[in-house]
């Protein structure tokens, strides 16, 4: 037995857990939090279920010594683990934080649909909205449940759970429920004003990134908003948060915020308080110096937090506002995260060792390899960055939301735009893959399924599916061995694998099911384009050294694979940072900017980290099936674990 795998697996497993166990006590600040989870029942009009929830106290609070409190809320495509910046830096200055999953995120059974959906699109009120259910509750994300009846008629609850997590805070015996404070990132910004409307006798309110409210949607007589500190993207790709205007500079003179917002007579300054905290009216809006899903852990953005907060409920910490210890948890966890990734390949070494699995195990050839002229690739490859990229805004937002598929089956709803866009994807490349295999340069070059990764070398034309099959069952079984390593670090440390969003979590029941409903789309793909395609049609020849081919072409299959991506970035930002705008709203209008823009930030690492694993994988294999379908089970444990579910 070759003991080099097992010695490099405990290695990784004990890297993962010794950094998740220091993400823990930097979580707790370092003894000074108490931190715990719970479940809230929600309300009957949500049709019942709980209310996951995260709960950071601060040492010394009691029933004899009630400190203040803050809700945070996450935004879309996040949970409560997102709002973890909050949590630990107010728990360092004596503020007890419930860090709630909104309907339809993280443990949280009730699905997004349980917040309703207005008929009225808020923006331009006398428009009908149409189109699938769901579709039609992402366009009235922005209609809130205290609105005039002619805007709200159809929402139930437009705080998605948090006015239940808000009572609960408040009815904690070690809470002052005189000194309660609100936070919303996004769509807890929404969230944010339902429970400040609700609960008018609140003390603050942190939007990050937040829409501001005009006066005419609702009663401004009935309803107050105490204390509001608006943070600011500069760069927010979705254009609600930026008044509907393509920059936010500029902003600071418009009446909707000088006037409506922050209650001047005249245009106002940046990063400048306004009003007073003794009476409610104090305002102000921070400008960050970042972008939409990043505010949630901007140093400038989270200084600016803890002094709003410190001010409005009146608690004297003895630290500074810029004093942060946050992110050295979310750096331990990514390293965590990734060790737990690289474990997957020592234990893929040492699974082989076993005489059912020593088949999967077999060597590339370095001579006499079919390799595709140089300018026959490279058509290939501008043909897939091209394709790729140019259909990735229209086909991720027609997929999100007006892809007629059975909304009770397919519940993830950033997820039915992913595979929307990726089965095209995989589809073109197979229709283009046959022809070239059967009629086109694969059959004038002699390729066989072998030369494709799908065949063994003593039966190059019949593909291996006794190693297809095996390859299926060990991908389960790394993965599985990943997802014990998660469950640990969730028992010991209430912590996930994870870098401020969500990546690898414990799966609810409901969520395990849509990881089989998403798996065998993703399957198709990575099988397909970051399989045959990659490394059959497309792969390059070997280089000096394992190490120079495992890099060379792991570079090469990002660029093949994330090159359209890539190319939307630059679409996107260029504009944005020259002062015009994001590129996607002034080219395809806003409708097709906002979540698909927004998600490249996570889409672009995580598949390059999963293109390093395919890579190596099929090396070490000598096909494709190991390392497609190992990346098509984390892709999918990555979308049904921690995406919003309708």
Sequence with gaps: MNYKPLAALVICIVICLVSAALASLVQSGFGQITVNSGFIDAPPEAGGGKIAYKLYIPRGAS??????????????????????????????????VLAADLYGHGGTGPGMRERGWGTRKLTSPDKTVSGPRRFMLMMTFSVLDFFKPELSAGLRDSSMGGKAAYQYLGSLPF?????????????????????????????????QCGELLVPEYYDAAKYRFNNILLLQARYDEFDYFRDFKPNVIGLEKTPLRYRDFMGQSSQVEWNKTYGSFQDGSARRMELIQNNHRLTTHDAHALTAAMYWFTNALDSKPGIADSDHIYMAKEVLILIAMLAALAALLPGFLLLGQIPFFASLIQPLERER???????????????????????????GQLGHGLMPVPEDVFRMTIGNGFITWLTFLMIVALVMLIYWYKKGEGKRLGFTLYDLGLADKAAPDKAAWSAAGKSLLAAFILTGMMY??????????????????????????????????????????????????????????????????QFVWWGYSVFIMLGGVFLIVLIEYIPFFAGLGPGADLLFSPLFGGPFMSVMILLIPQFAVFFFLSTWLYRRSGRVYIGSFIVAILASWILAGGSAMF
């Design 63 to 96: 029933a004899a010594n009630p400190v203040p409190a803050v809700l945070a809320m996450h935004g879309y495509q996040n949970d409560k683990e997102t709002s973890a910046a909050y949590g630990i830096e107010l728990a360092r200055r004596g503020i007890a």
């Design 175 to 207: 809470v002052d429920p005189s000194r309660l404070g609100i936070t919303g990132h996004s769509m807890g910004t929404w969230a944010s004003w339902s429970v400040g409307a609700a609960f008018p006798a609140h003390k603050a309110i942190v939007l």
């Design 369 to 395: 390899v079919k390799i595709i002229p140089k300018k026959s690739r490279a058509r290939a490859a501008l043909i897939a960055i091209l394709v790729s990229g140019l259909t990735f805004p229209f086909l």
């Design 484 to 549: 014990i390593l998660v469950c640990v670090s969730a028992a010991l440390f209430s912590l996930d694998l994870r870098f401020i969003w969500p990546f690898f979590r414990v799966f609810t029941p409901a969520r395990l099911g849509q990881f089989f409903v998403y798996l065998p789309f993703y399957t198709a793909f990575f099988a397909v384009n970051a399989g045959v395609r990659l490394y059959g049609q497309l792969r390059l020849g070997e280089k000096k050294s394992p190490l120079a081919t």
